[in-house]
């Protein structure tokens, strides 16, 4: 079995004027939601063996908030073509993990993201700022998950539930 998290960075800071987009930091409610996922995460999912993260400074902020607290030392992957990537550029990046790694996080921005994850789900979903879907494949292949369309959707969280 495979396990693909699929979670949007948190909110964002637009206050920063000069500031490229991959630039932008997080905002506050973004530096206090990506914690609350990652309890989430310690609670409900499994151990995140390795993490793909764009290359954006929200998603490394993100990444980071997440890090610190978990103990498990997850691999970290950082990816420019994640940067505003589409469905089919994520997939890509995913099948290109190394089996042995049996969870993956990839933290990354809309619209890619959610189309994804509503493509993987089979339903539309609202994926905002801090949003988290956990899907399971069964397949030992990261090169074969998209391939078998046997998505289950197993947990869906968005950082106002957990408030």
Request: a negative charge; charged letters at 20%; one cysteine or more.
């Amino acid at each position: 079995m495979k396990t693909l998290l699929l979670m949007r960075h948190a909110k964002s800071d637009w206050k920063q004027p000069g500031l490229s987009d991959h630039d932008r930091p997080l905002n506050a409610r973004g530096r206090a939601a990506a914690p609350a996922i990652a309890r989430k995460l310690l609670e409900c999912g499994p151990n995140v063996d390795v993490i793909l993260a764009s290359s954006a400074v929200r998603v490394q902020e993100t990444v980071a908030l997440l890090q610190e607290q978990w103990s498990s030392g997850a691999e970290l992957l950082t990816s420019p073509a994640l940067y505003l990537a589409s469905p089919q550029q994520i997939m890509s990046e995913v099948q290109s993990l190394h089996d042995t790694w049996h969870s993956a996080l990839v933290v990354g921005h809309n619209p890619g993201m959610a189309a994804l994850v509503c493509h993987l789900a089979a339903q539309d979903l609202e994926f905002p700022t801090g949003a988290l879907a956990i899907f399971q494949f069964d397949t030992n292949t990261w090169s074969k998950v998209f391939s078998k369309g046997g998505a289950e959707l197993m947990d869906f969280c968005k950082p106002r539930d957990l408030d």
